[in-house]
């Protein structure tokens, strides 16, 4: 009897399936198909190749893919290449309270390459893929200005408290933070600009609005310590970056290929203003699909002219973690990672690490979230290229994941605080 095998049937969606087919004729030919449909109805499916061993077996833990949408051994390679029907959509959980993503698995005979209703798989197992643990609490924030959803894990705490943010899309992303909930952590999804009563557009950055949400999470009775964290990409890391260097409530900082130097809008803390480096907008680059590459548009932020856009990091008094994706094709993150490291350096500052990932994009997101390339943004006409190959960017995934739950807990955790 054919059979196929994917536990376990619920999970976090940072964790890894283990996949396994018996029942088959020796060195049987045969596909296997992910897909899964998201809130939005919007398909994303993936496939490959395998050919079972002397026992009528394949386990993707050890079997190679022959073909499909990756080769090689990669356990989790039907899940990290996830491609969507209709092109530049990316894959982002929505409600992680509710409902999880559902994953089907289908085994098909041979190679099926084309897809019609009347295919028949040989097999089939549906996955649940949750972005909360059982007894995670989620807490709306529309407290004095600040926006965002507070994750709580279960148990009495004290958690060490941290705030994650994304970048330049706007709105309230929350996936990251209820998975650092589900690990322990007081978690604050924050929106800043795009949500409710917000700006629509980010006219400016007023780290007065950050340091109100990081005052509110250290004040929360379940949070302990006497700092808080941040989580970041993109846009956020640079808002980030700023966090540590001016605000004394930050004790580690997470700042996933951002720049060293404040971009696009003017940064504002009290009577402190810093002005954005120029962007050279003619320095975009079209790729033969009509995708923008933005990777070259920024200014020389060694050029003296843009001293004053620099963050000055060297008054950061936590500790800072850059994670880099060497092929990133929005920021030219990691030279401005090593430029930050080297300033550190000058000043004699040791409390920084660099972890670089060649091959890595720049959505660099949990461990089992598909590898995107390019995706549609709300404010561009094109998509957006994001860089890196499938491969080398789901290790980068992998690894740095471990890194940062690390790298939190290590910096964050005081004594008394619960540990998952």
Not at 249 to 255: L, P
Not at 278 to 298: D, G, H, N
Not at 309 to 316: G, L, R
């Amino acid at each position: 009897m054919i059979r196929l095998t994917v536990t376990p049937k619920k999970s976090l969606a940072d964790e890894p399936l283990k996949i396994q087919v018996s029942g088959l004729p020796p060195s049987q030919l045969v596909t296997l198909q992910a897909s899964l449909t998201n809130e939005k109805g919007l398909l994303f499916s993936s496939r490959a190749f395998y050919c079972s061993d002397k026992a009528g077996e394949v386990d993707l833990e050890q079997a190679a893919a022959t073909g499909g949408d990756y080769t090689g051994v990669q356990p989790m390679g039907l899940l990290q290449c996830l491609k969507p029907e209709k092109p530049f959509h990316r894959l982002m959980k929505q409600d992680v309270m509710q409902s999880p993503f559902r994953v089907r698995l289908d085994l098909f005979d041979s190679i099926h390459l084309f897809s019609s209703p009347h295919d028949q798989p040989l097999a089939s197992q549906t996955v649940e893929r949750w972005y909360v643990a059982p007894g995670v609490q989620r807490i709306q924030i529309r407290g004095n200005r600040v926006r965002g959803a507070l994750f709580l894990p279960s148990g009495e705490g004290p958690f060490p408290g941290l705030i994650d943010l994304f970048g330049g899309i706007g709105g309230l992303i929350e996936f990251r933070a209820s998975l650092l909930a589900s690990r322990g952590f007081a978690a604050l999804a924050l929106a800043y600009f795009a949500y409710e009563d917000l700006p629509s557009f980010l006219g400016e950055v007023d780290l007065e609005y950050f340091e109100e949400a990081a005052k509110m999470l250290l004040s929360h009775p379940k949070v302990g310590g006497a700092g808080v964290g941040v989580v970041a990409i993109c846009k956020g890391a640079e808002i980030a970056l700023a966090m540590a260097t001016f605000l004394p409530q930050i004790a580690a900082t997470v700042c996933i290929n951002g720049p060293n130097a404040i971009l696009g809008c003017e940064l504002r803390y009290r009577d402190l203003r810093i002005s954005p480096m120029p962007c050279k907008l003619e320095y975009v680059q079209f790729t033969p699909l009509r995708m923008l590459s933005f990777a070259s548009v920024i200014g020389d932020t060694q050029a003296e002219a843009n001293q004053g856009s620099i963050i000055p990091i060297e008054k950061a008094q936590g500790q800072i973690l850059f994670i880099v994706g060497e092929s990133d094709e929005n920021y030219n993150s990691k030279a401005y990672a090593e430029e930050a490291m080297e300033r550190m350096r000058r000043h004699g500052r040791t409390h920084c690490t660099l972890l670089s990932y060649p091959g890595a994009g720049h959505l660099i997101e949990p461990p089992g979230s598909p590898f995107c390339p390019c995706s549609w943004s709300p404010f561009f006409i094109f998509p957006l290229m994001w860089g890196g190959e499938a491969q080398p960017h789901a290790a980068a995934q992998e690894h740095s994941w471990r890194e940062i739950q690390r790298f939190l807990w290590q910096h964050l955790c005081p004594t008394g605080c619960s540990k998952l």
